[in-house]
Nanobody, 114 residues
């Protein structure tokens, strides 16, 4: 099982980024997928998840209405569109199957600052 995240970078407050994660080693369409993040000096937290079919999503309160998770089961890829980014969104972002103790990928760094 492997996850390769990409799309991070530096952006000013109020900016936008879109992250992607390509998964391999399992039947992607069978599993819920999630994005997690770990900010500097903080514990890793679940940010959002999406059902196996993409019909259901859920978000933590601090990103609701700013972040959008989506998936492409044909490409074994999950995306995270982020807009109106805030400095508190600065973190390394990871994807993983929800409810599974998979090894973490390398993550992708998102930095929001002036």
């Amino acid at each position: 099982v492997q996850f390769v995240e990409s799309g991070g970078g530096w952006v000013q407050p109020g900016g936008s980024l879109e992250l992607s994660c390509v998964a391999s080693g399992f039947t992607f369409s069978d599993y819920e997928m999630a994005w997690y993040r770990q900010g500097p000096g903080k514990e890793r937290e679940l940010v959002t998840y999406i059902s196996s079919t993409g019909d259901f999503t859920n978000y933590i309160a601090s990103v609701k209405d700013r972040f959008t998770i989506s998936r492409d089961n044909g490409q074994s890829t999950v995306h995270l569109r982020m807009r109106n980014l805030k400095p508190d969104d600065t973190a390394v972002y990871y994807c993983r199957r929800r409810w599974r103790d998979d090894a973490w990928g390398q993550g992708t760094q998102v930095t929001v600052s002036l």
